[in-house]
C-alpha cells in the first residue's frame, strides 16, 4: 500500500507487502525489506549529517522485515560509498526517531519516541532505548540492553545490563532475561559475571578478560557479556553506587 502523497524516488527497493502513508519520503538509496511500514513524515535515507558528505557518493539504507517505522522518524545514509545504515528486523522506532549515519541496529529493537542516535552507533538484538535518550557516535548498546528515558549515553553498555540518567548501570535486566526464556542457569552466571566486573578494582577489560578465561562461565549469555569488553572504541558506562545498590542489582 502506497499513499498517493508518498513520495518514492526511483531506485528505491520495496519489498512486498510494505506500507507507505502519507507525505512519507523514501530516497532512491533505500532497501526496505518485506512487511515494513513506514507513517506520515518519515524520511527514510536521507543524506548524512556531516558537513564534509559530498552527495555524490553511493550509500544505503537497509531497513529489514516487518520493522515499523512512526511518524516524522529519520534514517540517514551511511557516509561511505556501498555501506549501508542498518536497521534490523521486526524492529519498532517510534515518532521522531533519528538514526544517523553508519548505525547498525539488529533486530528486535525498540526506540522510544525522540531517541536520537549518532554516527556509528551499534544497538544489540532485543534492545529497548527510553524516550528522549540520546548516544554519543561510536557508542556500543549490548544485547538486551534497557535504558532509561531521558538518558544521556556517552560509554559502551554491556549486554543485558538497565542504565540510566548518564551513564550509570543500575544493574542486569533480570526481567527482560526471564521474559525472553532466558535459561536460569544463564540467568545465575550472568548475576555472577556482572559482580566479577563491576565490583572487582582494576581495568575493566582486564578484569573481564580474566574472568573469561578463569572458565568458570559456561553458558553463551555470559560468555557475551564478558566479550563486549573486549572491543570498542569508547570506554564503559560504571555501576552506580549508592545506598540502593543491593536491591538494584537484585
Do not use: W
Not at 527497493?13 to 530516497?27: L, N, P, S, Y
Not at 529519520?74 to 545504515?85: D, E, K
Not at 544489540?124 to 534497557?146: D, K, Y
Not at 560468555?223 to 569508547?234: D, W
Amino acid at each position: 500500500m502506497i499513499h498517493p502523497t508518498a513520495i518514492i524516488e526511483p531506485g528505491a527497493q520495496i519489498g512486498a507487502d510494505c506500507e507507505i502513508h502519507a507525505g512519507a519520503i523514501i530516497k532512491r538509496h533505500v532497501i526496505l525489506g518485506d512487511r515494513v511500514t513506514v507513517h506520515p513524515y518519515a524520511v527514510i535515507g536521507g543524506d548524512p549529517q556531516a558537513l564534509a558528505f559530498d552527495p555524490a557518493v553511493e550509500s544505503f539504507v537497509r531497513i529489514g522485515a516487518g520493522t515499523r517505522i512512526r511518524e516524522h522518524v529519520t534514517v540517514n545514509r551511511s557516509l561511505h560509498a556501498g555501506v549501508a545504515t542498518v536497521v534490523g528486523e521486526n524492529c519498532f522506532i517510534m515518532a521522531a526517531a533519528h538514526v544517523a549515519h553508519d548505525a547498525v541496529l539488529g533486530d528486535n529493537i525498540v526506540l522510544a519516541n525522540n531517541v536520537l542516535l549518532a554516527g556509528h552507533v551499534e544497538v544489540g538484538t532485543n534492545a529497548f532505548l527510553g524516550g528522549a535518550a540520546v548516544f554519543h557516535q561510536f557508542t556500543r548498546i549490548g544485547e538486551g540492553v534497557m535504558v532509561s528515558g531521558n538518558s544521556s549515553i556517552t560509554r559502551d553498555l554491556a549486554p543485558y545490563t538497565l542504565v540510566a540518567e548518564r551513564d550509570e548501570v543500575i544493574g542486569l535486566n533480570v526481567v527482560g532475561l526471564k521474559r525472553r526464556g532466558h535459561p536460569r542457569e544463564a540467568i545465575r552466571e550472568l548475576k555472577e559475571a556482572f559482580h566479577a566486573v563491576y565490583f572487582t578494582p582494576g581495568n575493566i577489560r582486564e578484569v573481564a578478560a580474566s574472568a573469561l578465561a578463569s572458565g568458570e562461565y559456561k553458558t553463551a549469555e555470559a560468555h557475551r557479556f564478558l566479550q563486549f569488553f573486549e572491543g570498542g572504541k569508547r570506554s564503559f558506562a560504571r555501576l552506580k553506587r549508592n545506598e540502593n545498590l543491593a536491591g538494584a542489582e537484585e
